[in-house]
């Protein structure tokens, strides 16, 4: 069966550093990755996809992830944060992008100054 | 930018009644979906519709639920009678070319 992890519940970075959130997921073929963030109040948007090729993906916002099949891993990462980018963060898996997403608990980022 | 528009944002019900959730996807998009977001909890895929039929549906859709796709640009979610539990968060979904967008969400509560 399909799953996601992501082990951190809750993230907190001042603003300008570095952030890393992770990802583990669990699929029996080659998998299609998703980022989304979900603002307070708001749908989730998405922020990245990954389903071949070049395994560092870029998205929107800064961000940018990258995929390590040897690790199951697609952690999301973004060179400097922004008070804006505090939100929750979602890693999805699934067959493609047309089928039924599963997704991680997800991590809540805040950002200090 | 075409966005996903789902009404209403907030659902207040009593146990026992029916709702009736709203979306509306983006016009050029084939795939459908319904998730659901129990507060502090996961995003749980509901149910999936292509071509004017259930492609996929969770152990959670049960017989409680339908979905309909009533005319070119609605698609609706249908709770028959609500349960205490069936409060949540409620995503429409569509898609296209491997990327699904989400509208902004219903928050349902069964009181």
């Known amino acids: 069966a399909q799953s996601v992890t992501q082990p951190d519940i809750h993230i907190t970075v001042s603003e300008g550093a570095s952030l890393e959130l992770r990802c583990n997921y669990s699929?029996?073929?080659?998998?299609?990755l998703f980022w989304y963030v979900q603002s307070p109040g708001q749908g989730l948007q998405l922020l990245l996809k990954?389903?071949?090729?070049?395994?560092l993906v870029q998205g929107i916002k800064g961000f940018e992830a990258e995929f390590k099949r040897s690790q199951s891993s697609f952690n999301l990462r973004k060179p400097s944060v922004h008070w804006s980018d505090a939100a929750e963060y979602f890693c999805?898996?699934?067959?493609?992008?047309?089928?039924?997403?599963?997704f991680g608990k997800g991590t809540r980022l805040s950002v200090i100054a | 930018e075409p966005e996903v528009t789902q009404t209403p944002s907030h659902q207040v019900t009593q146990m026992g009644q029916e709702v009736i959730l709203r979306c509306v996807p983006i016009?050029?998009?084939?795939?459908f979906y319904w998730y659901r977001q129990i507060l502090g909890q996961k995003v749980e895929f509901l149910v999936s519709?292509?071509?004017?039929?259930?492609?996929?549906k969770s152990e959670i859709f049960d017989d409680q639920f339908s979905v309909e796709r009533p005319d070119g640009s609605n698609f609706t979610l249908k709770i028959r009678s609500t349960k205490l539990e069936d409060s949540a968060m409620y995503f429409c979904?569509?898609?296209?070319?491997?990327?699904?967008?989400f509208g902004p969400g219903t928050r349902l509560t069964v009181t």
């Open positions: 979904a569509s898609s296209a070319f491997n990327e699904q967008y």
């Open positions: 699929y029996g073929a080659t998998p299609y």
């Open positions: 990954y389903f071949s090729g070049d395994t």
């Open positions: 999805a898996v699934g067959a493609s992008g047309n089928t039924p997403l599963v």
């Open positions: 016009s050029n998009h084939l795939y």
């Open positions: 519709f292509y071509n004017n039929e259930i492609s996929e």
